[in-house]
């Protein structure tokens, strides 16, 4: 479950991204809905203060899960 503060505005940049790249294709754009809570078997995985700062433990480093997608 993700809770997202619908009225939070940001612009997303590189150094947001979470993926073995580094770079993602949305650099620069700005958007509305942001998420603050993320809630996994009843525990919160994952938070945000109201400045949008993350509290709280990662549960996975960033780029050490997923796979590249095959295409048949």
Do not use: K, Q, Y
Not at 11 to 35: E, K, N, Y
Not at 44 to 54: E, K, Q, T, W
């Amino acid at each position: 479950l993700v809770l997202v503060d619908m009225g939070a505005r940001r612009t997303i940049c590189d150094a947001d991204t979470w993926t073995r790249v580094g770079w993602t294709a949305l650099d620069g754009m700005s958007l509305t809905g942001w998420p603050m809570f993320t809630i996994v078997d009843g525990r919160v995985v994952h938070s945000r203060d109201s400045g949008g700062a993350l509290r709280g433990n990662a549960v996975a480093s960033p780029g050490s899960v997923g796979r590249a997608l095959e295409f048949f």
